[in-house]
């Protein structure tokens, strides 16, 4: 644990820091640890029960093709394999064999008796280079003692998650009964709806700002409109887009990329906006966004370069060598975040 060198951050909130990186000597494996320290004093109780959720699913599942491999866990971290892909509300998988691939997935943790449980996310399903499935993210998984009752209606839920996720990215692959089972919630699930999800929407979004799952939409709702105002403002500035983006501390920070006139200082624009009332943490000039064919910004090969995901843009841009190889320079051009 100690030896770990942290490349980029990839998710922060109360309960923990999720830090891609590599042990010290071995750059050429890169792996993930959830870090458990420096939290607040009442999230340290919850973070540990998630933790010890995750650390027991994982080493439940191990061998399994498609979900991480736990290297080693303790109260202070646990340290995973690394699972390189998108997820899939970037990747938006439309081909038959990625959720046949997915299924299997699931038939596997069934036969281990496991149940993720959150698998309603799209972040939480990834789609690598390849086309096959990953699953991440096993803090609220649930390892059972037997087949009983409710770890039936658990694996029935996750399995209606994936049919929801491909009706959501690919309808035309989802069959009359498969519309059926997205429509079929279970008992556990309607009560959960009328009760216990209320309460969950009502903590992680109005208290921790958690209205994109990542607990970084809140920094772009409150602060990008005047952000925003501030750089049009400003002389020299043709484009301006703002994400958000996970920082050390368990805080969100909000990335600039700006299409300016040549000659235009980045640190003269980061101090300017400021001045203007605007509170863009990072500022990057490029010499253009990407854009898709009909002209729309693609804003997820922005959310990469400003979480440092470098490795995963050959894969959202393939196909279009142009594309390419504006992601790559303005990857290139990213500055320090700490």
Same mark, same amino acid.
């Given at each position: ?20 990186? %590599? ?20 999230? %340290?109780? =919850? ?30 971290? =646990? ?9 899939? %509300? ?25 149940? %993720? ?212 320079? =303005? ?8």
């Amino acid at each position: 644990m100690t030896e770990f060198v942290t490349e980029t951050i990839l998710k922060t909130d109360e309960f923990s820091e999720t830090q891609k990186g %590599h042990l010290a000597g071995a750059p050429e494996r890169p792996l993930i640890r959830r870090v458990l320290t420096g939290l607040p004093w009442w999230a %340290h109780p =919850i973070a540990q029960r998630l933790a010890r959720r995750e650390a027991r699913a994982l080493a439940a599942c191990r061998g399994i093709a498609g979900v991480p491999q736990l290297i080693a866990a303790d109260r202070r971290a =646990i340290l995973r394999s690394y699972s390189d892909g998108l997820p899939l %509300h970037v990747a938006q998988p439309a081909d038959p064999a990625f959720y046949r691939d997915a299924a299997r997935i699931l038939r596997e943790l069934r036969r281990a008796r496991v149940t %993720h449980n959150d698998l309603a996310k799209a972040q939480n399903w990834l789609m690598t280079a390849e086309g096959r499935a990953e699953v991440i993210d096993f803090q609220l998984a649930r390892v059972h003692r037997r087949r009983g009752w409710l770890f039936r209606q658990m694996a029935y839920e996750d399995f209606r998650h994936l049919l929801k996720q491909k009706r959501r990215f690919a309808p035309g692959l989802l069959s009359a009964r498969g519309r059926r089972i997205v429509e079929d919630r279970t008992a556990g699930s309607l009560l959960w709806r009328a009760t216990g999800k209320r309460l969950y929407v009502a903590i992680t979004r109005g208290l921790f700002d958690w209205s994109d799952g990542e607990g970084l939409g809140g920094r772009a709702e409150r602060d990008a409109p005047a952000t925003e105002a501030a750089f049009r403002a400003l002389p020299g500035l043709r484009s301006v887009v703002l994400v958000p983006f996970p920082r050390s501390g368990r805080t969100a920070g909000l990335y600039a990329f700006c299409e300016a006139d040549p000659g235009t200082d980045a640190a003269w624009l980061a101090a300017a906006q400021r001045a203007a009332g605007g509170s863009a943490d990072v500022v990057q000039i490029v010499d253009a966004l990407p854009r898709g064919a009909n002209g729309a910004i693609r804003q997820e090969i922005l959310q990469l370069v400003a979480q440092g995901r470098s490795d995963a843009l050959a894969q959202v841009t393939a196909g279009d060598p142009a594309l390419a190889a504006l992601a790559a320079r =303005i990857a290139d051009g990213r500055p320090a975040v700490g």
